[in-house]
C-alpha cells in the first residue's frame, strides 16, 4: 500500500511507516492541482496544517482509506467529504498540547515584559530602559475563555505563577472549576474584569469575532489579550485599531484569520503593543516527534490490521458491526451536538436511554459518539470517538446508559438526557427508513428535525404570527428557507420553531427576530 506525506513530517515518523512495509512518497509543498492529480494513487495520507484537503481533492482520492494528521486542528481537511467516501480521519489529540500551552506564558512573558521590542531595540544598538517599563504577571487576573485540554493547562501554569484564574465555559460544572482552583464567571465578566485574556476555544459561528469592537469596550484599557487558539475568533481590524487607539494595552498572536499574514495586516505595522509568531504553538522538537509517531503508528495500524484509533469520524468497531452502526452513530452525534449548542450551564451528568430495537446495539461506540457529539462545539481541541469519554470524565460529566425493550410506537428511540445544575433536558431521535436519523423530541417539544445544516432554534409563545414574522425576516434579508418544523407543549402555551436555512444567519438578522412579538429566544445551531 502507499502512504503520501505532503507536509513536514519527521523522519522517526517517515521510518516507522517504511518498516511496516508501507510505500512512502514525501512530496512536501505541492500546489492544490499537483496534489488533486497525484492522489488518487495513494492508500493513506499524513498531513500537517499546511495541505488543504478540499472536498476536491477528496474527491479525486479514488483509493484513499485514511487521512492522518499529525496534531489536533482539522480545519484543513473537509471531515464531511470524507466521511462520506468512508475515508478514516485521524489526527494526534494530545500530541502539542502541552507545547501549545507553554508557547501561551511565553507569550504572556513576552507581552509583559515587552522582551521582543527590547531585543530589537537592543540589536539596534540602543539602549532604552526606560522605553520597556513592563507589568507584574504576579497577582493579575487572567481570563481563560476555553478551558480544555489546552486550556486547562495554561490555568494550571498560571495559578503557579500566583495569578487569579477565571474561566468561562459553558460546559464547565462550578465544582471541577473549584477543584481545579478556577473561578468560572460569565463570558461578560472576563471581559469586564481581566489583566489578561487568553482564549482556548474552536472556531465556530459562535466563536468568530468573539473578540471584536464591541466586546472590547467592555474590556479595561490595561486589557493584555493572547490568542493561541485559531485564527478568526479575534478580529484582527478591531483589535488592531484598539491598539492604536490605547484601548487596549497590548496583545499577543501565534494564529491569524489568514496564513501566512497578509503583508497588508494592520497587525504588522504595529510594534511597540504587539507580539507576533507564526502559528508556533506546536513547533517544538517534542511535539513533532510526538505527533509524527503518534500519527504513522495509527497509520500502520489501520493499513494493515483495520484497527481505527484517534479518528474524528468513526469509533473503533468491529468492521461487520459497521453498516449497522452507522446510522445509529450519526444519530447519537447530531443529538450531543445539537444539545451542546442549546442548552447553557456546566453539565454535570448524560444519560443514554436505548429503547426498541437500539437497546440489543452494541452501545458502547454509540455512547461515544453522542459524548462526542455533545463535547466538540465547546473544546479548542478535537475530540475523537476515542477520547471523548475520557474528557467528560476530566470535567466531571458522569456518563450513564439505560436499555428498554419499549420503544412506543418506534422501532428503535435513543434519548439523551443532560443534566445541567439542577435541570435535566431531554433529546430523543429515531431512524427513518432505518438509516435516516431524526431528532423527534426536544424536552416537551415533539419536532421532527433533520440533524444536519445551519438551524435556527426558536422558543416563543404559541400566538399568531411566529411563522410569517421569521419568514418575513429572513426572506427581506435573502436567506432561503430549506425546512420548517414546530412543536408545542398545548395549544397558546410554550412552543419551539425550528428552521433550517440554506445559509448562515447574521447577528443583526438574529436580533431582529429576537425582537419580534411572542419569541423568546432564538439560536443558530450548527450541524
Same mark, same amino acid.
Given at each position: 500500500?502507499?502512504?503520501?506525506?505532503?507536509?513536514?513530517?519527521?523522519? %522517526?515518523?517517515?521510518?516507522?511507516?517504511?518498516?511496516?512495509?508501507? %510505500?512512502?512518497?514525501?512530496?512536501?509543498?505541492?500546489?492544490?492541482?499537483?496534489?488533486?492529480?497525484?492522489?488518487?494513487?495513494?492508500?493513506?495520507?499524513?498531513?500537517?496544517?499546511?495541505?488543504?484537503?478540499?472536498?476536491?481533492?477528496? #474527491?479525486?482520492?479514488?483509493?484513499?482509506?485514511?487521512?492522518?494528521?499529525?496534531?489536533?486542528?482539522?480545519?484543513?481537511?473537509?471531515?464531511?467529504?470524507?466521511?462520506?467516501?468512508?475515508?478514516?480521519?485521524?489526527?494526534?489529540?494530545?500530541?502539542?498540547?502541552?507545547?501549545?500551552?507553554?508557547?501561551?506564558?511565553?507569550?504572556?512573558?513576552?507581552?509583559?515584559?515587552?522582551?521582543?521590542?527590547?531585543?530589537?531595540?537592543?540589536?539596534?544598538?540602543?539602549?532604552?530602559?526606560?522605553?520597556?517599563? !513592563?507589568?507584574?504577571?504576579?497577582?493579575?487576573?487572567?481570563?481563560?475563555?476555553?478551558?480544555?485540554?489546552?486550556?486547562?493547562?495554561?490555568?494550571?501554569?498560571?495559578? =503557579?505563577?500566583?495569578?487569579?484564574?477565571?474561566?468561562?465555559?459553558?460546559?464547565?460544572?462550578?465544582?471541577?472549576?473549584?477543584?481545579?482552583?478556577?473561578?468560572?464567571?460569565?463570558?461578560?465578566?472576563?471581559?469586564?474584569?481581566?489583566?489578561?485574556?487568553?482564549?482556548?476555544?474552536?472556531?465556530?459561528?459562535?466563536?468568530? *469575532?468573539?473578540?471584536?469592537?464591541?466586546?472590547?469596550?467592555?474590556?479595561?484599557?490595561?486589557?493584555?489579550?493572547?490568542? =493561541?487558539?485559531? !485564527?478568526?475568533?479575534?478580529?484582527?481590524?478591531?483589535?488592531?485599531?484598539?491598539?492604536?487607539?490605547?484601548?487596549?494595552?497590548?496583545?499577543?498572536?501565534?494564529?491569524?484569520? #489568514?496564513?501566512?499574514?497578509?503583508?497588508?495586516?494592520?497587525?504588522?505595522?504595529?510594534?511597540?503593543?504587539?507580539?507576533?509568531?507564526?502559528?508556533?504553538?506546536?513547533?517544538?522538537?517534542?511535539?513533532?516527534?510526538?505527533?509524527?509517531?503518534?500519527?504513522?503508528?495509527?497509520?500502520?495500524?489501520?493499513?494493515?490490521?483495520?484497527?481505527?484509533?484517534?479518528?474524528?469520524?468513526?469509533?473503533?468497531?468491529?468492521?461487520?458491526?459497521?453498516?449497522?452502526?452507522?446510522?445509529?452513530?450519526?444519530?447519537?452525534?447530531?443529538?450531543?451536538?445539537?444539545?451542546?449548542?442549546?442548552?447553557?450551564?456546566?453539565?454535570?451528568?448524560?444519560?443514554?436511554?436505548?429503547?426498541?430495537?437500539?437497546?440489543?446495539?452494541?452501545?458502547?461506540?454509540?455512547?461515544?459518539?453522542?459524548?462526542?457529539?455533545?463535547?466538540?462545539?465547546?473544546?479548542?481541541?478535537?475530540?475523537?470517538?476515542?477520547?471523548?469519554?475520557?474528557?467528560?470524565?476530566?470535567?466531571?460529566?458522569?456518563?450513564?446508559?439505560?436499555?428498554?425493550?419499549?420503544? !412506543?410506537?418506534?422501532?428503535?428511540?435513543?434519548?439523551?438526557?443532560?443534566?445541567?445544575?439542577?435541570?435535566?433536558?431531554?433529546?430523543?431521535? %429515531?431512524?427513518?427508513?432505518?438509516?435516516?436519523?431524526?431528532?423527534?423530541?426536544?424536552?416537551?417539544?415533539?419536532?421532527?428535525?433533520?440533524?444536519?445544516?445551519?438551524?435556527?432554534?426558536?422558543? *416563543?409563545?404559541?400566538?399568531?404570527?411566529?411563522?410569517?414574522?421569521?419568514?418575513?425576516?429572513?426572506?427581506?434579508?435573502?436567506?432561503?428557507?430549506?425546512?420548517?418544523?414546530?412543536?408545542?407543549?398545548?395549544?397558546?402555551?410554550?412552543?419551539?420553531?425550528?428552521?433550517?436555512?440554506?445559509?448562515?444567519? !447574521?447577528?443583526?438578522?438574529?436580533?431582529?427576530?429576537?425582537?419580534?412579538?411572542?419569541?423568546?429566544?432564538?439560536?443558530?445551531?450548527?450541524?
Amino acid at each position: 500500500m502507499k502512504v503520501l506525506v505532503s507536509d513536514n513530517l519527521s523522519e %522517526t515518523g517517515i521510518s516507522i511507516l517504511r518498516k511496516a512495509g508501507l %510505500t512512502v512518497d514525501v512530496k512536501v509543498g505541492m500546489s492544490p492541482e499537483e496534489l488533486t492529480s497525484v492522489i488518487g494513487e495513494y492508500h493513506g495520507i499524513v498531513i500537517r496544517s499546511a495541505t488543504k484537503l478540499t472536498a476536491d481533492v477528496i #474527491e479525486a482520492a479514488r483509493n484513499l482509506k485514511v487521512i492522518g494528521r499529525a496534531g489536533s486542528g482539522l480545519d484543513n481537511v473537509d471531515k464531511a467529504a470524507a466521511t462520506k467516501k468512508g475515508i478514516v480521519v485521524m489526527n494526534t489529540p494530545g500530541g502539542n498540547t502541552i507545547t501549545t500551552a507553554e508557547h501561551t506564558i511565553a507569550l504572556m512573558f513576552s507581552l509583559a515584559r515587552k522582551v521582543p521590542q527590547a531585543t530589537a531595540s537592543m540589536k539596534a544598538g540602543l539602549w532604552e530602559k526606560k522605553k520597556f517599563k !513592563g507589568v507584574e504577571l504576579f497577582n493579575k487576573t487572567l481570563g481563560v475563555v476555553g478551558l480544555g485540554q489546552i486550556g486547562s493547562q495554561v490555568a494550571k501554569r498560571a495559578r =503557579c505563577l500566583e495569578m487569579n484564574v477565571i474561566a468561562y465555559d459553558p460546559f464547565l460544572s462550578e465544582d471541577t472549576a473549584e477543584a481545579m482552583g478556577i473561578r468560572k464567571v460569565s463570558l461578560e465578566e472576563i471581559f469586564r474584569t481581566a489583566d489578561f485574556i487568553t482564549v482556548h476555544s474552536p472556531l465556530t459561528g459562535e466563536t468568530r *469575532n468573539l473578540i471584536n469592537k464591541e466586546t472590547i469596550k467592555l474590556m479595561k484599557p490595561t486589557v493584555r489579550i493572547i490568542n =493561541c487558539a485559531r !485564527g478568526g475568533i479575534v478580529n484582527e481590524g478591531d483589535l488592531a485599531e484598539a491598539l492604536e487607539s490605547g484601548r487596549v494595552a497590548g496583545a499577543a498572536l501565534d494564529v491569524f484569520e #489568514e496564513e501566512p499574514a497578509p503583508e497588508d495586516s494592520p497587525l504588522l505595522r504595529l510594534e511597540d503593543n504587539v507580539v507576533l509568531t507564526p502559528h508556533l504553538g506546536a513547533s517544538t522538537d517534542e511535539a513533532q516527534e510526538n505527533v509524527a509517531v503518534a500519527v504513522a503508528e495509527q497509520i500502520v495500524d489501520y493499513l494493515q490490521a483495520g484497527t481505527i484509533r484517534n479518528a474524528v469520524n468513526f469509533p473503533s468497531v468491529p468492521a461487520d458491526q459497521v453498516p449497522h452502526l452507522r446510522p445509529y452513530l450519526k444519530l447519537a452525534e447530531g443529538l450531543g451536538s445539537f444539545a451542546a449548542q442549546l442548552i447553557e450551564g456546566g453539565i454535570t451528568e448524560v444519560t443514554l436511554e436505548y429503547r426498541g430495537e437500539a437497546a440489543e446495539l452494541t452501545t458502547e461506540p454509540v455512547t461515544m459518539a453522542a459524548v462526542k457529539g455533545l463535547l466538540t462545539p465547546i473544546l479548542e481541541s478535537t475530540v475523537n470517538f476515542v477520547n471523548a469519554p475520557i474528557i467528560a470524565r476530566e470535567r466531571g460529566i458522569e456518563v450513564k446508559e439505560t436499555k428498554s425493550a419499549d420503544a !412506543g410506537d418506534y422501532q428503535s428511540v435513543l434519548t439523551l438526557r443532560v443534566r445541567v445544575k439542577k435541570e435535566e433536558h431531554s433529546f430523543s431521535g %429515531t431512524l427513518f427508513s432505518r438509516r435516516d436519523p431524526r431528532i423527534i423530541m426536544v424536552d416537551n417539544f415533539p419536532v421532527e428535525i433533520i440533524p444536519e445544516g445551519t438551524i435556527l432554534v426558536i422558543h *416563543n409563545q404559541d400566538k399568531p404570527g411566529v411563522i410569517g414574522g421569521t419568514g418575513s425576516v429572513l426572506a427581506s434579508h435573502g436567506v432561503n428557507i430549506a425546512w420548517m418544523h414546530f412543536g408545542r407543549e398545548s395549544a397558546g402555551g410554550l412552543a419551539m420553531s425550528v428552521v433550517c436555512v440554506d445559509t448562515a444567519v !447574521g447577528d443583526k438578522e438574529l436580533k431582529e427576530i429576537r425582537n419580534l412579538p411572542n419569541i423568546l429566544s432564538v439560536k443558530q445551531i450548527y450541524l
